[in-house]
């Protein structure tokens, strides 16, 4: 009985660390101090519907979503600001009211294949996702959901990744 009690405390604690170097490795998984310094604006936000703009006499279709920003880590926003941004596609999930880490830069209309006949003066106000990440999964804990590409075709499995560590990191980034 003694050994069997040895044997749990011993996996117990293996468990503890092995959960703890997960969670301080997360921002370096997902190159967040390179995503962070590329990006204009980086955020916590929820989505809050889905639209298509259509100017120049139907020459031009851009395809945004509008998110509520819950919490800004860098950028000129503030909690409860509405923004305009293109790319939710990238993302695993784009139901009304999911949430996401958004990693965003200027949207201009010319740097986008196929916007070639929109004018960049109405979408000035517009961000772009640069970068896939992230979805995030609110049934439990907060976690993001990513995955690994495998090469560049093949993307693995997704997985779950706590947002608390991933947050701090960025917390401590934007100060």
Known sequence: MEIYRMFRFLLIGIS????GCTF?????RLDLEWNF????????ARLVESKT???????????YSVFEVLEPFKGDVERGDLLNITG?????TREL?????LLLIPFVAEDFTGYGDCANQRYNSF????NWCCSIDTTNEHS??????????QKSENYLLPTEPVFNFLRQQGK
Do not use: R
């Not at 301080?24 to 370096?28: A, F, I, M, V």
């Not at 961000?127 to 640069?130: D, E, K, V």
């Open 24 to 28: 301080e490795s997360s921002p370096e």
């Open 16 to 19: 503890t660390i092995l959960a």
């Open 144 to 153: 993001l959901v990513v995955y690994n590409m495998i090469n560049s075709e």
């Open 127 to 130: 961000f772009s996702i640069h």
């Open 37 to 44: 310094e590329y990006s204009s604006h980086v955020l916590h």
């Open 53 to 63: 703009s259509v100017t120049n006499d139907n020459g031009c279709n851009v395809d």
């Open 97 to 101: 009211g999911s949430e996401h880490l």
């Open 88 to 92: 939710i596609n990238a993302h695993e």
